[in-house]
T-cell receptor, first 115, second 112 residues
Framework: AQKVTQAQTEISVVEKEDVTLDCVYE???????LFWYKQPPSGELVFLIR??????QNEISGRYSWNFQKSTSSFNFTITASQVVDSAVYFC????????????FGPGTRLSVLP | DGGITQSPKYLFRKEGQNVTLSCEQN?????MYWYRQDPGQGLRLIYY???????QKGDIAEGYSVSREKKESFPLTVTSAQKNPTAFYLC???????????FGPGTRLLVL
């Protein structure tokens, strides 16, 4: 069965610190997608990135970077030089191409960036 | 601008009352979804629809009903059978099943 684990329930950092949010997944499919979403205090989930299981290249977008490692079934998200506006709940999600439900979301990690 | 709209932003329900939450998308997406989020918790799937006139139950469908008569619209009715409806409800859509989901702003439902 597909499963997504985000072991860090809450993280607090001081502004300008780097922070990594962990995501570990389980799947029996060989083709799948991994996602990260941000949920700011307003509530709407904002899509950040999608990664295909065949593409293990790391991705960088501004202060955000993602490290996908199939060998450890992990898809970690790093924010460099964190800012107060990064405070939100971050969800990792998995979508299998051939099995299971549409999407499985992890439980989320609440990030608080303190000024 | 393409996107997903949900209305109302806040909704109050009296005991024994059915209420309907609206979700509309103009992204030409085939698939639409409803999730429930309780305070401090993750997302739980209520219903999803992969195509017009078809929908499937998610993990917590009891006490809810949906319809998908138009591609753009996927309203959710919270029935009186749902004994604990207070939550944040999020609607999402994707081009096809299992593709990237895009979310609306959500509706907060409160019981009077």
């Amino acid at each position: 069965a597909q499963k997504v684990t985000q072991a860090q329930t809450e993280i607090s950092v001081v502004e300008k610190e780097d922070v990594t949010l962990d995501c570990v997944y389980e799947t029996r499919d060989t083709t799948y997608y991994l996602f990260w979403y941000k949920q700011p205090p307003s509530g709407e989930l904002v899509f950040l990135i999608r990664r295909n299981s065949f593409d293990e290249q790391n991705e960088i977008s501004g202060r955000y970077s993602w490290n996908f490692q199939k060998s450890t079934s992990s898809f970690n998200f790093t924010i460099t030089a964190s800012q107060v506006v990064d405070s939100a709940v971050y969800f990792c999600a998995l979508s299998e191409r051939n099995y299971g439900q549409n999407f499985v979301f992890g439980p989320g990690t609440r990030l608080s960036v303190l000024p | 601008d393409g996107g997903i709209t949900q209305s109302p932003k806040y909704l109050f329900r009296k005991e024994g009352q059915n209420v309907t939450l609206s979700c509309e998308q103009n992204l030409n997406h085939d698939a639409m979804y409803w999730y429930r989020q309780d305070p401090g918790q993750g997302l739980r799937l209520i219903y999803y629809s992969q195509i017009v006139n078809d929908f499937q139950k998610g993990d917590i469908a009891e006490g809810y009903s949906v319809s998908r008569e138009k591609k753009e619209s996927f309203p959710l009715t919270v029935t009186s059978a749902q004994k604990n409806p207070t939550a944040f409800y999020l609607c999402a859509s994707s081009s096809h099943s299992r593709e990237t989901q895009y979310f609306g702003p959500g509706t907060r439902l409160l019981v009077l």
